[in-house]
């Protein structure tokens, strides 16, 4: 088969094509041009009919392709993880706005790594920890880390209990970030697109979407240091409840950031230790 062919003939879209023809042939867009006369040999055209398929199954790109750019960079990506989004990218953003110099981050609930692993190659001066409950999707951060060269402490468990957390972690961090499992059981969502081949334990909480966070909120005053932040991405429709439970448990300077589509994004709130 011919690349040329294959693009006439493909019923995904172009750019999707021209993605899965790159990763067969290691060709650059350039080189999809000036070669798509050449002839594919057989383990190349199998390898593009068997992804070609894969994808009309509606398996996300990410997936297929064991990659997805974030933040400029590339990020291995299996479905032990989340897939890396664009607006999560506001979430590094405002880690590195809070984040003072030599300052110490937690991010929790890591997945790929994308976030800890950005945090620490943007900021070189900070110490990053990043943890999640599953093994699987910690192997993932561990090699994105090693690939991108990052210096990242990882740990295993749940939230604040995990492998390596010790009474001198308390009062330690600057900032602590999460991007929660924070989808509605039952969300039409999670039965669309790409979120259907996605981790659903990472995605939701099988209640109200809230339970993540209450419990992150409830826990980070005994990690934060003076005036530390935490910072917590969430759904479109959860800005004026994240600000509620945030405020109830004692964060000041409480807010609520849109992202590109002028969505609720994410919500931050300052913690004071009251003597």
Known sequence: MQPKTFLQNTPLPKTEARMLLQAVTGWTRA???TRDGEMLDEGQTADLQAMQQRRLNGEPMAYILGWREFYGRRFRTTPATLIPRPETEHLVEAVIGHLPANGQVWDLGTGSGAVA?????ERTDAAVRAS????GALAIARKNAENLGARVEFALGSWFETDKTSSEDKHRFDVIVSNPPYIEAGDEHLSQGDLRFEPQTALTDFADGLTCIRELAQRAPE????????LLEH???QGAAVRQILTANG????STQQDLAGLDRLTLGMFRHIE
Request: charged fraction near 15%; charge should be negative; proline fraction near 0%.
């Open 31 to 33: 080189q999809l041009i």
């Open 132 to 135: 999640d409950i599953s093994g």
């Open 223 to 230: 990690f934060l240091k003076e005036g530390g932040w935490l």
């Open 235 to 237: 759904g479109y429709n």
């Open 251 to 254: 964060f000041a300077e409480v």
């Open 117 to 121: 692993v950005t945090v620490a190659l």
